[in-house]
């Protein structure tokens, strides 16, 4: 099936996942994960059953890897794989805060090939197919080359990992100076797309995993931003990996500044 039509397909099955979960009365059970203030609600349980019967027909020698129930420990494999993540941004769908997205990627080979990445609150829908660019509900996106100074810098404060957290903002102030503002979105998957079309100019993370960014990469790369790890060495499909994605100057400007060295 060609590119185009296959991310066609694909966003079609997660705006309906989306539907399931504008659809809810109340966020419902919620059960804590591994980690501190990591959680699970049963709609994270809900979309991803829903995404991954859908999905396995649309490619049907696919493999999955994803956040919930046991698919965490899949191995993305040569031949297709779905990554995905079905609410990215668990705790601002508990508190009310709708900003969450649905995060699908298909890789092939370990290469990204279609990544889609929807807010169903907002009913934005990023998505993107390797060499035919990346698209704001259907309209092209590129994520410019505007300097820090002149942007946001939007973050991740390792909510999950505390021990680490006191360092973490330690660098996050260094960074403040550099640029207008800096933001915590919440959602990994989101913030990525808002670099990929010029709402931010870089995004930091000090760990996440494949799920939480592989379609977001894709869409960044795709809309001329670049994703690298935090020392700027190149970012495969990996787990528990610190993330820098912006546009190319802003990149370029957090690396040479030395702070994410630090």
């Given at each position: 099936?060609?590119?185009?039509?296959?991310?066609?397909?694909?966003?079609?099955?997660?705006?309906?996942?989306?539907?399931?979960?504008?659809?809810?009365?109340?966020?419902?059970?919620?059960?804590?994960?591994?980690?501190?203030?990591?959680?699970?609600?049963?709609?994270?349980?809900?979309?991803?059953?829903?995404?991954?019967?859908?999905?396995?027909?649309?490619?049907?020698?696919?493999?999955?890897?994803?956040?919930?129930?046991?698919?965490?420990?899949?191995?993305?494999?040569?031949?297709?794989?779905?990554?995905?993540?079905?609410?990215?941004?668990?705790?601002?769908?508990?508190?009310?805060?709708?900003?969450?997205?649905?995060?699908?990627?298909?890789?092939?080979h370990g290469v990204m090939e279609a990544g889609v990445v929807y807010n169903p609150f907002r009913e934005e829908l990023f998505a993107a197919g390797r060499g035919i660019g990346a698209y704001l509900n259907g309209k092209r996106i590129e994520a410019g080359n505007h300097?820090?100074?002149?942007?946001?810098?939007?973050?991740?404060?390792?909510?999950?990992?505390?021990?680490?957290?006191?360092?973490?903002?330690?660098?996050?102030?260094?960074?403040?100076?550099?640029?207008?503002?800096?933001?915590?979105?919440?959602?990994?998957?989101?913030?990525?797309?808002?670099?990929?079309?010029?709402?931010?100019?870089?995004?930091?993370?000090?760990?996440?995993?494949?799920?939480?960014?592989?379609?977001?990469?894709?869409?960044?790369?795709?809309?001329?931003?670049?994703?690298?790890?935090?020392?700027?060495?190149?970012?495969?499909?990996?787990?528990?990996?610190?993330?820098?994605?912006?546009?190319?100057?802003?990149?370029?400007?957090?690396?040479?500044?030395?702070?994410?060295?630090?």
């Amino acid at each position: 099936m060609e590119t185009e039509l296959l991310l066609e397909k694909i966003c079609r099955i997660v705006r309906e996942a989306g539907d399931l979960i504008r659809s809810c009365a109340s966020v419902g059970e919620c059960r804590a994960k591994e980690g501190a203030a990591n959680f699970v609600t049963r709609y994270d349980s809900m979309v991803q059953e829903f995404l991954i019967g859908k999905l396995s027909k649309l490619v049907p020698d696919a493999v999955f890897v994803g956040e919930e129930d046991g698919y965490s420990e899949g191995k993305i494999e040569r031949g297709y794989t779905f990554i995905i993540d079905p609410i990215d941004g668990t705790t601002n769908f508990i508190c009310g805060f709708l900003f969450s997205g649905i995060s699908v990627g298909l890789s092939l080979h370990g290469v990204m090939e279609a990544g889609v990445v929807y807010n169903p609150f907002r009913e934005e829908l990023f998505a993107a197919g390797r060499g035919i660019g990346a698209y704001l509900n259907g309209k092209r996106i590129e994520a410019g080359n505007h300097p820090l100074r002149e942007g946001v810098l939007c973050m991740d404060t390792a909510p999950y990992t505390p021990e680490i957290r006191e360092a973490v903002f330690q660098e996050l102030l260094k960074l403040s100076y550099l640029c207008m503002d800096m933001r915590s979105l919440g959602s990994a998957a989101l913030s990525i797309c808002y670099v990929a079309c010029g709402r931010s100019a870089a995004y930091l993370s000090p760990k996440l995993c494949a799920w939480d960014y592989a379609a977001a990469s894709l869409i960044l790369a795709e809309a001329g931003g670049k994703i690298t790890r935090k020392n700027g060495d190149p970012l495969k499909l990996e787990t528990g990996v610190p993330v820098l994605a912006a546009n190319s100057r802003a990149h370029e400007e957090l690396l040479k500044s030395g702070i994410l060295l630090s």
